[in-house]
């Protein structure tokens, strides 16, 4: 069985085809119509399949994935007899938990260097000319071989670029003052908001997220977004740059019997809120692409209209739940809605819309040639997994017997640019002459350091600690797969790939 059943009605039943299940979707709907029931039925439908899922908790309630739904009670044994269901039982499905923040799942981190300028400059919300001084920083980074890990390394990059702007802006074009304290304070409120708990090491690995538990089952990752939620640059940017990263390191693997990985994109209007139509156009490319890498994004959110027309003509496989046409607004976006799906002539969609009770939704997916279906009116089957959140020692429990929490539980702070850079300051600090050993011809020792010191300090080292030529020589076999032993590559969303991996 290949299927994955969303719905019926008393003539037909709308099932999503494997095969196709990496041609992308949406749900949509207003608050409180059955989104988040849809959304847990496609995830355990996947899953079952053997395909991992990922999906962003914004309330909590997905997280009842994780445990068993209760016996069923009269109205549920009335909507599965409706449904023509007769094998259903509780089941629940194999979670691991994720929180950026590491209280309510494992840590999930990313380096600042994977992250890469132009994402890292949409969540500090710089403007243009702010962003562009944050590429200069992440090149000379990149030249000297200096590794961002964390917010500290980007603090220390900030203050080494401020002390050498003459140099830095001749050899990589003007970068001032003003722009540098404005991406310091920046950086200090993304501080504050808690986000450096989500730079650092262990980076998250994303064979960790394609896993399978031991019967077969796709394990469903589940993103703690509550805390999250409220700070939308940093949910939307979190998520725009794991999409990035399953673009940049899955291979091309064409059209597969069923998706490696689905990824659920929540309250997707975050996504394009404010987005530039730069950043906005990689994001098209990356979900036109990404189906080939054998990955399928799924957008949630209330209008269908928050997702761009570009992205939303990609979206082969639809589950509307109802619209409330009270303004014009919503009366747009109900007829948007009913115009995307291929037309039923016993169905006026654009009525329908309104009229869907809770349960209820309009469903197409696609068929044989990845020609959608016309749209039918069908009630969503139930999950076999709890509806609802759960408690606190339910939740630990299952992080207790997760298979990667050794992996995540412990942050790692290995040598990176802010230990390299205060090492140079305290030796610099302790023996003056060095400056005054290595300064190039017409460069009196009294001179304030520049741009040639840095990179000849870096290069050559000093009389205390040896330089890049001399260290990269004797660890030439050992630094094959580590940062240092490639080169650094951004990939289409600023992130790099072939880094840590």
Known sequence: MTDILIGRNDHASVNLDARYGNRHGMIAGATGTGKSVSLMVLAEGFSKLGVPCFLADAKGDLAGLSMPAAEPGDKLKARLAQLGITDWKPQANPVIFWDIYGKLGHPVRATISEMGPTLLGRVLELNDTQEGVLEVI??????????????????????????????????????????????????????????????????????????????????????????????PRLYSTFLLWLLSELFEQLPEVGDLDQPKLVFFFDEAHLLFDDAPPALQQRVEQVVRLIRSKGVGVYFCSQ?????????????????????????????????????????????????????????????????????????????????????????????????????????????????????????????????????????????????????SDAVRDALLGTSRRQGMIEAMAKSASRAVGSRLGQQIVRGVLGGIFGGKR
């Not at 670029?161 to 003003?178: C, F, R, V, W």
């Not at 064979?207 to 077969?216: E, H, K, N, P, V």
């Not at 349960?359 to 076999?384: F, I, K, N």
């Open 138 to 231: 992440f090149k000379v980074a990149d030249d000297q071989g200096w590794l961002l890990l964390d917010l500290p390394d980007l603090r220390a990059m900030l203050s080494f670029a401020s002390e050498n702007a003459k140099d830095i802006s001749a050899h990589y074009g003007l970068i001032s003052a003003q722009s540098i304290a404005a991406i310091q304070r920046s950086v200090l409120k993304l501080e504050q908001d808690g986000a450096d708990q989500f730079f650092g090491e262990p980076a998250l690995a994303l064979s960790d997220l394609m896993r399978q538990d031991m019967s077969g089952r796709g394990v469903i990752n589940v993103l703690a977004a509550d805390r999250l939620i409220l700070k």
């Open 303 to 451: 209008n269908p209209d928050d997702v761009p027309g570009n992205i939303l003509g990609q979206l082969g496989n639809r589950v509307q739940h109802a619209l409330r046409a009270f303004t014009p607004r919503d009366q747009k976006a109900v007829k948007a809605a009913a115009e995307t799906f291929v037309a039923n002539p016993a169905i006026n969609v654009a009525e329908a819309i309104t009229q869907l009770a809770v349960g209820e939704a309009l469903a197409s997916t696609l068929r044989d040639g990845g020609v959608p279906s016309p749209v039918e009116r069908v009630m969503v089957t139930a999950p076999t997994a709890r509806i609802g959140a759960i408690t606190d020692a339910e939740r630990s429990t299952v992080r207790q017997r997760s298979p990667v929490g050794s992996t995540y539980d412990t942050p790692v702070n290995r040598e990176s640019a802010a230990e390299i850079l205060a090492r140079r300051a305290n030796e610099k600090a302790a023996d003056p002459q060095a400056v005054a050993t290595h300064a190039p011809a017409g460069t009196s020792a009294s001179s304030e350091p520049g741009w």
